[in-house]
């Protein structure tokens, strides 16, 4: 971010604490950081990280574009009651939304592989840009995963609760710019506050308001599904393809992995029972 939108950034961070007559310390309890890092926002001096910003838009109910890029403070009354009535949550990405990419020689985007070591970092560091170039990536000269098309992220997939995927496997999934847009049973990377980075199949339960929860649902049975909330929701990516060190055995099928389970369910409760 250049001067300027840390700048504006600064003017209107001070505006909106002024006019909701709260003192630094107050607005970095609320936000959960330190008063030092208020100052250093106001003055210009540092810039607010993007899970920062986003909970100062929240607050303040401001869009992340107009708290970006325009001086509030120099708006009538009227104006800024209506810049406030555009506020709402952003899961249609047209607010400003932070998806750092990695670019090779010819201006393409790469791939970038979050590895299960990487997973927890990832939750912090899914919109900072310098921590997405540390990130492995590479190139697929496949025409379905063409990233001219849109941006492709690989997760390692952690657990046995979507098998027969197993666990190590890579999943190449798709940025998801609309979250409305999440088609029920498909399967999906979801990034959020509450569970991390999970590979789940999903339910959209999102109102048209913008509201609501994703149903998350594993495809081994002995997991139980779960909601989370939208606004916990960071990320959605639509899984395209994955990548496996193991050959599938042949004895091993969906049904057979069902059965198995269920049958150390049923062992589990006996031992429970002596």
């Not at 390692?156 to 049973?185: C, F, N, T």
Request: proline residues 4%; aromatic residues 8%; contains cysteine.
């Amino acid at each position: 971010m250049g001067e300027k939108e840390k700048s504006i950034i600064g003017s209107n961070l001070k505006f909106l604490r002024k006019i909701h007559n709260l003192t630094q310390e107050e607005l970095a309890q609320k936000l959960d950081i330190g008063r030092h890092s208020v100052g250093s926002y106001e003055e210009g001096r540092a810039e607010p990280k993007i899970d920062t910003m986003m909970a100062i838009c929240k607050l303040f109910k401001v869009p992340v574009a107009a708290f970006v890029e325009r001086q509030l403070s120099e708006f009538s009354k009227e104006e800024f009651e209506m810049i406030q009535g555009e506020y709402k949550l952003d899961i249609e990405g047209k607010n400003l939304r932070v998806l750092p990419v990695v670019i090779n020689e010819d201006g393409n985007e790469r791939i970038t592989v979050v590895a299960q070591k990487a997973a927890a970092g990832y939750l912090n560091g899914y919109g900072d840009p310098e921590y997405i170039e540390t990130l492995p990536s590479f190139n697929l000269p496949l025409s379905e995963l063409d990233t001219r098309n849109g941006t492709f992220r690989t997760f390692q997939v952690s657990g046995d609760s979507m098998l027969p995927i197993k666990e190590g496997s890579y999943i190449i999934a798709q940025y998801v710019d609309d979250l409305r847009s999440i088609r029920d049973d498909g399967v999906y990377i979801v990034v959020s506050n509450t569970e991390g980075v999970v590979l789940k199949r999903v339910k959209n339960r999102i109102s048209r308001e913008g509201t609501g929860t994703l149903l998350l649902k594993s495809d081994n049975p002995a997991y139980s599904s779960y909601e989370v909330k939208i606004e916990d929701v960071k990320e959605a990516w639509k899984a395209r393809a994955f990548i496996s060190m193991d050959f599938p055995d042949p004895d091993m099928s969906l049904e057979r992995i069902s059965t198995i389970v269920m049958e150390l369910q049923h062992e589990v409760i006996k031992l429970k029972n002596k």
